[in-house]
């Protein structure tokens, strides 16, 4: 009798998971495209920016914030004598 149950809920999940693959995750991927492409919502047609316009997003937490690690790299070096030529050559 458990193997039977075993087997009943494993078909049962299986074709719940068929139906969420088949209807639900469609419709959230073009929602999620739909609104990365830009589309508007009223007309459902693209609405691409204006010629000029321009659109900064900032993270407000990260404005007034001054990186000292990202001031550069420090190169340690050695100085080098030009060599000699020679005079036979």
Excluded: A, C
């Amino acid at each position: 009798m458990g193997l039977l149950k075993v087997i009943f809920i494993l078909l049962v999940v299986w074709y719940i998971t068929k139906l969420i693959f088949r209807y639900v995750l469609p419709h959230f991927i073009s929602r999620y495209v739909n609104r990365k492409m830009g589309w508007d919502k009223k007309s459902d047609r693209y609405s691409p920016p204006k010629e000029g316009e321009v659109h900064i997003k900032m993270d407000p937490s990260s404005q007034n914030q001054k990186d000292d690690k990202d001031f550069g790299d420090y190169v340690d070096f050695e100085e080098v004598k030009p060599e000699q030529k020679l005079d036979d050559e």
